[in-house]
């Protein structure tokens, strides 16, 4: 009996130290939101491909590119504007269009190709090997954009980089340590990318 006793005071005691090695584990690794990028839902931007599906009228579904103006036409609705829209958005508002022509439409709408407007990209200027916009992608890091564009040139001051930033309205410099990221290997340089950021390397000066 004593034994018995003994066993299950052993395992309630190891239970709560393990609960509370959890517990304070898990809030050594909290996260801070700040730092975090904002969850947001695509915006569709000039240059996308869509996938316009209208559910039992094959003859009418097609996919489309978003004209450079910001509009895209199918054979019944012309000009309507896509650009700024999320995909949801968009195919109610072709659902409304359609309704005219065909009794309660089913739109959906998918992007098959992604550019993005300006607000969903990441640009890169300066000394990177390939210099371009990027559409963003959620959880995309400093890393990842350097990756992309195929790392600096051998002319590029990489550790006098900076990132310019959208911050409540107003456009921020944010310093990056580009050599101590990618000759270096240091992790701590690395940082996550938000929609809309440029990425400025600047050249060396000798």
Request: glycine share 8%; aromatic share 6%; charged share 20%.
């Amino acid at each position: 009996m004593w034994h018995n006793l003994f066993r299950q005071l052993v395992v309630l005691t190891i239970s709560a130290l393990a609960l509370c090695g959890c517990s304070s584990f898990g809030t050594s690794l909290a996260v801070d939101d700040s730092l975090a990028p904002p969850m947001h839902d695509y915006r569709i931007g000039p240059g996308d491909n869509l996938n316009i599906i209208v559910w039992r009228n094959p003859e009418v579904s097609m996919v489309v590119p978003v004209r450079p103006d910001g509009k895209i036409s199918t054979p019944l609705v012309e000009d309507i504007p896509a650009s700024g829209k999320t995909s949801t958005e968009l195919a109610r508002d072709i659902e409304s269009s359609l309704a005219k022509f065909i009794q309660q439409p089913v739109v959906t709408v998918i992007v098959t190709g992604f550019v993005g407007s300006y607000s969903e990209q990441i640009r890169v200027i300066g000394q990177a090997a390939k210099p371009q916009a990027l559409p963003y992608r959620q959880e995309m890091s400093l890393l990842d954009v350097l990756i992309a564009v195929g790392g600096v040139t051998e002319f590029a001051s990489g550790n006098d980089a900076s990132v310019i930033r959208n911050i409540d309205g107003k456009q921020k410099k944010l310093p990056v340590r580009l050599n101590d990221l990618i000759k270096d290997g240091d992790i701590s340089a690395n940082m996550t990318m938000r929609p809309g950021d440029i990425l400025v390397i600047p050249e060396n000066i000798f």
